[in-house]
């Protein structure tokens, strides 16, 4: 499955995005997928992850409460809603996708596809 991310942009801190994951040539509903961010001079990590269903989500602590995953397996789009945004959330955003039960972990990801830059000014 190939996956192509966006939606980012330049917003204010308070303000909010909606970014998008959008999957192809692949059977999406199959895996669970993830949105992961990379700032400038720091890792990769974790933001959030969707089961394949979409019954079953979980958040970084540093976004819980602020950003929500979902995804709509009929379209082949995952989506990350972040409200609240922070000048610490500014960072490279991607999407991937995983058969691991353990999705709450970037190990077992695979799929990524090129970020969407996410610039949040304070």
Not at 38 to 47: L, Q
Not at 68 to 88: F, H, V
Request: aromatic share 10%.
């Amino acid at each position: 499955v190939q996956l192509q991310a966006s939606g980012g942009g330049l917003v204010q801190a308070g303000g909010s995005l909606r970014l998008s994951c959008a999957a192809s040539g692949g059977i999406f509903r199959n895996y669970n997928m993830g949105w992961f961010r990379r700032a400038p001079g720091k890792e990769r990590e974790f933001v959030a992850a969707v089961r394949r269903s979409g019954t079953g989500t979980s958040y970084a602590d540093s976004v819980n409460g602020r950003f929500t995953i979902s995804r709509d397996n009929a379209k082949n789009t995952g989506y990350l809603q972040m409200s609240s945004l922070k000048p610490e959330d500014t960072a490279v955003y991607y999407c991937a996708v995983t058969t691991n039960v353990n999705y709450a972990h970037i190990a077992g990801y695979h799929s990524w596809g090129q970020g969407t830059q996410v610039t949040v000014s304070s």
